[in-house]
């Protein structure tokens, strides 16, 4: 019986094949004992001293076993090991080609996905630094975890004695790109991992140590990767969203003390089929997941917990979300109102060389996408009085400065600028007006020695009055992710009407293509400025239009017209036009698409209108 069990334990380690015919000399043995016995004619004491060192030989026999049989089944390799056949596709039969079709990339199988050999190349370039570079991150980010948690469960250290992701990278099966109308840029790759890594951990408590060691890992995922929003600022997009479209495949090997666990012999079918762990299993993965789903057994517990914990916090559409820019930077919302009276100049230069100037300001904040505001012109006046008023809409007082230029207007030809100047915002006290009188400068550039000449002065009257708190919240929609609400003024039951002018494509007109945007609102009239030849011309200005009334039944007309050169003997011309139903606009809050224009043969134009109530 101890020799049996010596056996079975020594080479149940080494060759699983042999564990049948091992139980049978297991069942000899112990059938042979009651026949040993009563050889002895019976006699009462042998059978007590048979029995005694059975007992003793079967304790000696299990633990020889157990130790020689865990050092061959750590030390001894297989020597049955065959290597793979390799045979052409075109001698495979239907079914094993079918079977193949899983390894097959997706590039070839999707015409929806390209092939990126180029940065398989790249990164395999890059892989040892990047290993050195993505081990040395996981150690700051692991380490005050760690120290958190061995003082909370009383261990006395918890360490990585190797962490190497190995010299085998990652490789991209694919890539799926999307086109879309917003912000964003939205990626799939195919994205599969059979790495060599050696990830050991050392845990030291009450005196023990022991180690756990991860190795021989395989990782296959499909990711959605969106780049949202996109900004004019490095590195253009203020966030990363990562969500998987499938669970994805991991398995890996764990050793403990230097046993592979999951290639313990019987262990594996044993967990499969043995109902207490399957009713472990079920506690675990549902105990540890926020949004239970229906489970399958497929691998071994730790494995398949991985897998349905992972798919559950992060399969579309949950996503896992990267700050790469602060948001409030990457799109600054409104945070107050400076009202601007424009009141009078004095002592303006004048650029004509028969009569006076015939002077008008223009005024805008800096780092402001939307087109400046202007006041009337003055006839042949050099002593301006306007008092005229205009509301800007403040983003940030800290950096932005209301920006006035005086023009002299000219009937042909480009208007000469008489001369500039900024008031910086941070220099103004909330709520209190302010009269400020400017000296006119060529330029900003304190260095440019034109600004020594006078050219006149400018007063205006200013006042900022910034946002109560709540007044700058936002309303949210499916798929923008934000709409502001509409500026202190707005008319109660009304709100305020936002066209946001993006781009147009394949405009061209006969004679020129010089393309802008007219709009045309109840009466109202705004219009982008125009850009020289060029069929696919991109604006990206924003227009405000104060309504009194949600204008569910009205109309908007965009025209897209061409203008013509300075000295050109050709008029202005239609590039095309549409006819926009405000419905969907007030319905849905919020609308960004391309419209194909009418009386153009190709052209479109992509325009974002919001409706913001207060």
């Known amino acids: 019986l101890a020799l049996s069990c010596f056996l079975l334990l020594l080479v149940s380690a080494c060759d699983l094949r042999s564990l049948t015919w091992f139980w049978c000399c297991f069942l000899l043995s112990f059938l042979a004992a009651p026949a040993r016995v009563a050889g002895f004619r019976g006699r009462a004491y042998m059978g007590f001293l048979s029995t005694v060192l059975g007992f003793f030989g079967f304790g000696v026999g299990l633990t020889l076993g157990l130790v020689i049989g865990y050092y061959l089944f750590i030390y001894v390799q297989p020597t049955d090991v065959k290597h793979p056949v390799i045979r052409p596709l075109v001698e495979l039969d239907t079914k094993s080609l079918e079977s193949m079709l899983p390894e097959i990339p997706l590039w070839v199988k999707s015409p929806d996905f390209d092939r990126i050999d180029w940065l398989n190349k790249f990164i395999e370039t890059m892989w040892p ?43 991209f099966q694919g890539m799926k790109v999307y086109t879309t109308d917003e912000q964003e840029l939205i990626m799939e790759p195919s994205v599969k991992w059979a790495g060599n890594p050696n990830i050991t951990v050392v845990v030291k ?86 949004y239970p789903k229906k489970f399958t057994h497929h691998a071994w517990i730790l494995q398949e917990t991985i897998k349905t914990q992972v798919a559950n916090m992060y399969l579309w559409p949950k996503v896992l979300e990267v700050q790469i820019m602060d948001p409030a930077k990457a799109h600054k919302k409104p945070v107050g109102i400076l009202f601007v009276n424009v009141v009078r100049a004095v002592k303006l230069t004048k650029k004509d060389l028969i009569g006076k100037s015939d002077p008008y300001v223009k005024l805008k904040l800096t780092e402001d996408k939307l087109p400046s505001k202007k006041t009337s012109v003055k006839r042949s006046n050099l002593n301006p009085e306007w008092n005229e008023e205009f509301k800007l809409v403040v983003k940030d007082p800290e950096s932005q400065a209301l920006e006035l230029t005086v023009y002299d207007w000219e009937q042909v030809g480009k208007h000469d600028r008489i001369g500039m100047n900024v008031i910086p915002l941070k220099d103004l006290t909330s709520d209190e007006t302010k009269s400020i009188t400017v000296n006119l400068l060529k330029s900003m550039d304190t260095n440019d020695p034109a600004n020594e000449k006078f050219r006149g002065q400018l007063t205006v009257d200013v006042i900022y009055k910034p946002f109560k708190e709540g007044d700058s919240d936002v309303e949210t929609s499916d798929e923008s992710g934000v709409i502001e609400k509409a500026p202190d003024g707005t008319p109660e039951g009304g709100g305020l009407l936002v066209v946001i002018v993006h781009e147009a494509q394949d405009v061209e007109g006969k004679h020129h293509t010089n393309p802008y945007v007219r709009i045309l609102f109840k009466g109202e009239e705004k219009k982008t400025k125009h ?84």
């Open 205 to 290: 408590a009450y005196g023990l140590k022991g180690t756990a060691q991860v190795v021989d890992l395989q990782v296959f995922a499909l990711p959605r990767i969106t780049l949202k929003p996109l900004v004019p600022s490095f590195p253009c997009f203020a966030k990363i969203l990562v969500s998987l479209m499938e669970k994805p495949h991991v398995d890996f090997g764990l050793k403990i003390l230097g046993a592979d666990l999951m290639a313990l012999p019987g262990l594996y079918g044993f967990v499969q089929l043995n109902p207490v762990f399957q009713i472990i299993h079920e506690y675990i993965v549902n105990a540890s997941l926020l």
């Open 129 to 171: 630094y990047l290993d050195k570079a993505i081990c040395k991150m996981v150690k700051e980010i692991t380490k005050p975890i760690i120290a958190e948690n061995t003082a909370k469960y009383k261990i006395d250290s918890v360490e990585f004695e190797t962490l190497t992701l190995g010299s085998l990278p990652p490789t």
């Open 531 to 614: 850009i020289k030849k060029n069929r696919d011309p991109r604006w990206e200005q924003e227009f405000e239009f104060v309504c009194e009334e949600p204008p569910i039944n009205e109309k908007m007309h965009v025209e897209v017209i061409s203008r013509p050169s300075s000295l050109g003997i050709h008029s202005k011309e239609t590039l095309g036009y549409i006819v926009i139903s405000l419905a969907d606009v007030i319905n849905n809050k919020r609308i960004n698409e391309k419209y194909h224009l009418i009386d153009s043969k190709n052209g479109r134009i992509q325009l974002e209108l919001q409706w913001r109530t207060s």
